[in-house]
């Protein structure tokens, strides 16, 4: 279809509806103070737009709803399972996949296996659960994103891209001590900013001097193919499925969570081509997760992620996707609102430390900003900064690269109207951000803070 109007509308109608629950601004006060300033630890009822996550929070289709109906629930050889495995295999051809309940379910199981003490794992950037599980082990996590992608108003077409150079004197110097080298497509914690097909390309050919496995992170590859299709030369003209599957030709396995760009609300999986390793991983996974044909999942489940992965790479949902997400940065933008430009596939970050400078990082920017948008207009995001990666495993404590705020955009799931309404609420929160003031730890757990820790205003 050639596009000769400028509005992008969804391709898809609503069939049916969920109510929300207004709620006053004294109302959220309450409610966030109760929740300890953590807004993971708000009740969902009394948030109004929720963009905390993308993950497990999308709308599924029709179809996906009629595929549940032919889940087999059958202990070990489900004809789900087996709809399963064909879905996946179409796009992501590795030899083994072993199914998990989520995606953080995949990297425990593969780090308990190829971690440990003295191991050092690099990403372009770990995500939370990828470096906890990591650090779990007692190796060591390790980001090697290039210099642009940590400039939120720098743009580059792939700000997600791994720095090749740092990746190859990392492995000249340490190789013996590097199981697996991982880019993570899209990059999330470096503001949801694609990888290009050269980038990993480079990075397969690296791994191959030095005989270092390399895994895709590739929960959002929907996204980042369709980035590549848009901006790297040569692809224009490719389908997303093929883009795809160019990309993950370069790896030797992948984690996946299903609650991204699958389209479900639940799942994930980890594949590989290496024998030896899957045996390992499918004892794992039977000893925590369940039998190799179900791994944790329903077959249910099952039949919803397969019918998922067909819908996910349609251009025309992801035409709609990308340019809803562009929607709102490109509002926020023109308001003056300091934002990781270019825009992100799944999320707006906005950046915190640059709204609100007399906020020292170590007061937490981030978190302020959130607890603002939360109380001003019900608008639930995360904090993508100093309290989610500002402690290390020794206890210190140092500032984040950056101090950002998530606002992640569930898929098939909020109208336009919806972001406008975020829109205005971001914009008369950044136009008193002096106003805010920092907030202090109270009370946190070792590891994963950002879940459960409580705060108080400084």
Request: with cysteine.
């Amino acid at each position: 279809m050639t596009q000769r109007f400028k509005t992008i509308i969804e391709p898809f109608r609503i069939h049916s509806v969920e109510p929300l629950r207004m709620t006053t601004e004294d109302e959220r006060g309450g409610k966030i103070r109760d929740a300890g300033y953590n807004l993971f630890a708000l009740r969902a009822e009394d948030v109004l737009i929720d963009l905390l996550t993308d993950s497990g929070t999308g709308a599924m289709s029709r179809d996906q709803w009629a595929a549940i109906q032919h889940g087999d629930e059958s202990y070990a050889g489900s004809p789900s399972w087996f709809r399963f495995l064909e879905a996946v295999q179409e796009l992501f051809p590795f030899r083994h996949v072993i199914p998990t309940h989520q995606g953080r379910a995949a990297e425990r199981i593969l780090f308990s296996v190829i971690a440990g003490p003295g191991k050092v794992i690099p990403n372009n950037t770990h995500f939370d659960t990828t470096r906890a599980n990591i650090e779990a082990t007692g190796a060591e996590a390790m980001d090697l994103l290039i210099p642009e992608g940590r400039e939120p108003r720098t743009m580059h077409p792939f700000k997600g891209n791994m720095d090749v150079g740092a990746l190859e004197q990392l492995l000249a110097e340490r190789a013996g001590d590097v199981p697996v080298v991982f880019v993570t497509v899209t990059n999330n914690s470096g503001g949801g900013q694609p990888v290009s097909i050269a980038n990993v390309r480079a990075v397969r050919a690296i791994c191959d001097r030095f005989h270092v496995p390399f895994f895709l992170d590739a929960c959002r590859f929907a996204e980042n193919a369709w980035f590549i299709r848009m901006r790297e030369p040569g692809y224009a003209d490719k389908s997303v499925a093929d883009i795809v599957r160019e990309m993950v030709s370069y790896a030797d396995g992948m984690t996946m969570s299903a609650k991204k760009d699958p389209l479900a609300n639940i799942g994930g999986w980890l594949a590989m081509n290496d024998d030896a390793l899957a045996e390992r991983c499918r004892n794992m996974l039977i000893l925590t997760e369940g039998f190799p044909t179900y791994g944790g999942l329903a077959g249910r489940d099952l039949e919803a992620i397969a019918q998922g992965l067909h819908e996910a790479v349609e251009h025309d949902y992801l035409r709609y996707r990308i340019r809803s997400t562009e929607y709102l940065a490109d509002a926020l933008d023109r308001a003056g609102v300091p934002i990781v430009k270019p825009a992100g596939g799944h999320a707006v970050y906005l950046d915190a430390r640059a709204l609100l400078p007399h906020v020292p990082p170590l007061q937490y920017p981030g978190q302020s900003l959130a607890i603002a948008l939360y109380e001003a207009g019900g608008i639930r995001g995360v904090e993508i900064g100093t309290v989610m990666f500002g402690r290390y495993p020794d206890g210190s404590e140092m500032p984040a690269p950056m101090d950002l705020v998530r606002l992640a955009i569930p898929r098939r799931t909020y109208t336009q109207s919806h972001i406008d309404y975020v829109i205005e609420v971001v914009t008369a929160v950044a136009a008193n951000a002096r106003e805010l003031r920092g907030y202090r730890i109270v009370d946190e757990p070792p590891q994963l803070r950002h879940f459960t820790a409580r705060f108080a205003p400084c």
